[in-house]
């Protein structure tokens, strides 16, 4: 595994079940800071917009099926 690699996993890991949710959109800043925004949160407001991570838990988890198959 390269780097970049470990890097991703690493931040996988940290991000608990955010990073494997269909309803995901991730955010890089020109910096290079990941952050994990919530889609649910424009329709439902139970859902933060920028969830405190790692998530171990949530009501709107739908795992992606294409992270599935890779």
Known sequence: M??????SKMENDEAGLCAAC???????SGR???FYLCRRSESDPRFA??????????????????????
């Open 2 to 7: 390269d780097s970049r690699g470990a890097q």
């Open 22 to 28: 269909v309803h995901v959109r991730l955010v890089r």
């Open 32 to 34: 290079g800071s990941a």
């Open 49 to 70: 917009r920028y969830p405190r991570l790692p998530v171990v838990q949530c009501a709107g988890f739908e795992r992606n099926a294409e992270l599935s198959t890779k």
